[in-house]
């Protein structure tokens, strides 16, 4: 079965330096999300991507936050100056082609902690 | 704005109890609706959905109604087993392209043997 896949599983890092997370989206589908999870807490919607160009984005996703679908397969999100409390589980998801556009699948999480 | 409310854990039931999970949801419009689990360690994962009211989910001996009357999603089944111990999260999706996900807090289920 198809499924979505994240690199790395595992990210240490130190303030103010720059990470990429990656994530291979299932093949067919366009829409392509980001969502983190600080330990213990909800999961929070950061950004939504369709046709090369963001959808929508939260109130979390500032100017530190950017994302890029470098090639056919690969989304990425950039964290350019980190800070302590974006440790947290980052989560990337694809949903289907319409008409389910609204079912959205879950990649198994980037764990970030920033020291 | 929009949300989910689902009843605060951690609930502990013994093997072959039945389970209910209380799910209730604010929107505008008319979302989908879905529970995803989250078993140790590991993502999220798409336990069932649906998509109209009055429609039911199921999945794996879960099942959940999408209640219009009582903006209700309510996870149930007949009886738990230990494998089932997992965080379960409520959640809504408006129907759009590209809609972001709104999630409860998260229900931890832990399964006596």
């Known amino acids: 079965e198809p499924e979505v896949t994240q690199t790395p599983s595992h990210q240490v890092t130190q303030m103010g330096q720059e990470v990429i997370l990656r994530c291979v989206p299932i093949?067919?589908?366009?829409?392509f999300y980001w969502y983190r999870q600080i330990l213990g807490q909800k999961v929070e919607f950061l950004v939504s991507?369709?046709?090369?160009?963001?959808?929508?984005k939260s109130e979390i996703f500032d100017d530190q936050f950017s994302v890029e679908r470098p090639d056919g397969s690969n989304f990425t999100l950039k964290i350019r100056s980190t800070k302590l409390e974006d440790s947290a589980m980052y989560f990337c998801?694809?949903?289907?082609?319409?008409?389910?556009?609204?079912?959205?699948?879950f990649g198994p999480g980037t764990r970030l902690l920033v020291l | 704005g929009d949300s989910v409310t689902q009843m605060e854990g951690p609930v502990t039931l013994s093997e072959e109890a039945f389970l209910t999970i209380n799910c209730t949801y604010t929107?505008?419009?008319?979302?989908?609706l879905f529970w995803y689990v989250q078993y140790p360690g590991e993502g999220l994962q798409l336990l069932l959905k649906?998509?109209?009211?009055?429609d039911k989910g199921s999945n794996k001996g879960f099942e959940a109604t999408y209640r219009k009357e009582t903006t209700s999603f309510h996870l149930e089944k007949g009886s738990v087993q230990v494998s089932d111990s997992a965080v379960y999260f409520c959640?809504?999706?408006?129907?759009?392209?590209?809609?972001?996900?709104?999630f409860g807090s998260g229900t931890r289920l832990s399964i006596r043997p």
């Open positions: 093949s067919n589908h366009l829409y």
């Open positions: 991507f369709y046709n090369n160009e963001i959808s929508e």
């Open positions: 998801a694809s949903s289907d082609p319409p008409p389910s556009q609204e079912t959205q699948y």
């Open positions: 649906a998509t109209k009211a009055d």
């Open positions: 959640a809504l999706s408006l129907y759009s392209s590209a809609s972001k996900i709104i």
């Open positions: 929107a505008t419009g008319y979302p989908s």
